[in-house]
């Protein structure tokens, strides 16, 4: 395993997986992408749908260039931090470089982070800040120095000016108190002062909040959990999910040791197990609500990595064998995912029509193209009934475009905070939308605006199909 896993070989994946990142990093935003982007211009304490810290990202990593890698600049720079804390973690857990290898190997070679990490979200920041927490609580269960609560307390407290749901390490942090008998740290009056750090941190959200009337709170405990009854189709549904995004091969063998890594009585399995599985078990049950999505229990897979690195490569030949031909796999899943994304090169029609409409990664494409339309036809302006075509039309008209969207009522946004400026000429607009199957109009624009009777059109093809068509009508006030 040595020749495979070890320090040199390390620095060279992290390095390939970094130019990799670069290389697809040309692809153009996805819609939500481009609805960050927009915060980016807009700066904030805190906006509707998250707290704001992927806008400051985005806004340093763009303030000279706004190209779609300047954008996601910050995806890279995280991932070559993340492989750095890993390497730490591991070789001060159990001094083991192949260990520590495998945990980084493994960990990037996920299809979610080798490649989709490049889209830059939330999840970028929250990632991070939650590494360097849960990093900083093994420093002080190994120096036994409280000191580490100021910083568990700054980096969590960042967490949370990330994502919302960072707020599941603290649900981590007690679970392993109480299994590894730490409940001691509680006497401890530094740990006081980092929850108040932690606050400090989060406080501008709050304030936000409360100017806003906890719009954003209100809209996030609404996202996670609906009120449709109980539906155990998402429990299969979300593990099989998962079991993508982390490896098809090891994710159910590595839950499974987690859960008895549990309930060990060894320190730094506990640890480690703490700091994952609850996590991932979290949105299981969740699920029997609403369908969490892929990329919520990403900030788990720090440490459930090194959880499959220990198990598979202390094991005989046969785990280590497996371990290795599941990393392959994630890779080649990984390189044909990026390169159809980037060039079409899977067939998809020749499966089905269905199957070329439903590729997630139609998701990148059309938007350029409909910007460039709207430029070249000399609108001023656009109302669009949903919030990441507009954003998308602002990105790829470089806000030349003046980008507005009206819900009628429906989910709000970013947007609804924003509003209409009232002092602006709304003289030469276009309303763009996606055209329905029974002809009306998604929203009643009519309301505030008047609509023109032609429509012109715009269609993006992928794999001999129409992904991606929208309808343009001018408007004017």
């Known amino acids: 395993m040595t020749k495979i896993f070890n320090l040199k070989n390390t620095i060279i994946f992290v390095f390939v997986s970094v130019i990799w990142k670069l290389f697809i990093s040309s692809i153009p935003l996805h ?12 700066l904030d304490l805190s906006y509707y749908d998250h707290a704001p810290m992927v806008a400051y ?17 910050s995806s890279i720079i995280v991932t070559i931090i993340l492989s750095f804390l890993l390497w730490k973690l591991v070789i001060k857990l159990f001094n083991n470089e192949i260990m520590a290898s495998a945990s980084i190997v493994i960990l990037h070679s996920m299809p979610i982070l080798f490649t989709a990490s490049i889209i830059i979200t939330p999840d970028t920041p929250v990632f991070l800040f939650l590494s360097l927490a ?23 407290g960042l967490s949370m000016l990330s994502k919302y749901t960072a707020c599941l390490f603290v649900m981590s ?8 008998k730490k409940l001691s740290w509680f006497k401890n009056y530094q740990l006081y002062i980092g929850i ?34 109980i539906r155990f189709n998402y429990i299969f549904e979300y593990l099989g999910t998962q079991a993508g995004v982390f490896n098809v091969i090891l994710f159910f063998p590595v839950l499974y040791i987690g859960v008895k890594y549990l309930f060990s009585k060894d320190t730094k399995n506990i640890y480690l197990a703490a700091f994952s599985v609850p996590v991932i078990l979290f949105y299981v049950f969740t699920a029997l609500k609403r369908l969490p999505g892929g990329n919520w229990p990403i900030p ?8 499959a690195a220990k198990y598979f490569v202390e094991g005989g030949k046969i785990k280590q064998r497996l371990v290795i031909g599941a990393i392959i796999f994630n890779l080649v899943v990984s390189a044909i995912v990026g390169l159809h994304a980037k060039y079409t090169i899977l067939p998809l029609d020749k499966v089905s029509d269905k199957t070329a409409i439903a590729d997630a990664t139609n998701y990148f494409h ?81 309301e505030i605006f008047n609509l023109s009777l032609e429509t012109d059109n715009t269609k993006t093809i992928r794999n001999n199909n129409i992904v991606r068509q929208y309808n343009i009508q001018k408007i004017s006030k």
């Open 31 to 42: 819609s939500d992408e481009a609805y960050y982007w927009l915060w980016s211009k807009s």
């Open 57 to 73: 990202f985005i806004k340093l990593t763009t303030l000279f260039c706004n190209s779609e890698i300047a954008v996601r600049f």
């Open 134 to 156: 849960t990093y900083y609580v093994w420093k002080l269960i190994d120096t036994r120095n409280v000191n580490y609560w100021y910083l568990i307390g700054l980096f969590f």
């Open 173 to 180: 942090l007690f679970i392993y108190m109480v299994l590894d």
């Open 196 to 229: 108040i750090i932690s606050i400090i941190c989060f406080m501008p959200v709050i304030y936000w909040n409360w100017q806003h009337d906890w719009v954003s709170f209100s809209y996030q405990i609404g996202h996670g959990l609906s009120n449709e009854g």
């Open 300 to 307: 788990a897979y720090f440490t459930f990595s090194i959880i």
């Open 366 to 446: 059309g938007y350029k193209e409909l910007a460039e339309k709207l430029l070249n036809d000399g609108y001023e302006f656009v109302v669009t009934p949903e919030h990441q075509l507009s954003a998308s039309i602002a990105y790829y008209t470089n806000n030349k475009v003046k980008t507005f969207r009206y819900s009628n009522g429906h989910k709000k946004t970013q947007f609804e905070i924003w509003g209409m400026p009232k002092d602006f000429d709304y003289s030469n607009g276009a309303f763009v939308y996606e055209p329905r199957e029974d002809g009306k109009l998604p929203c009643r624009i009519n």
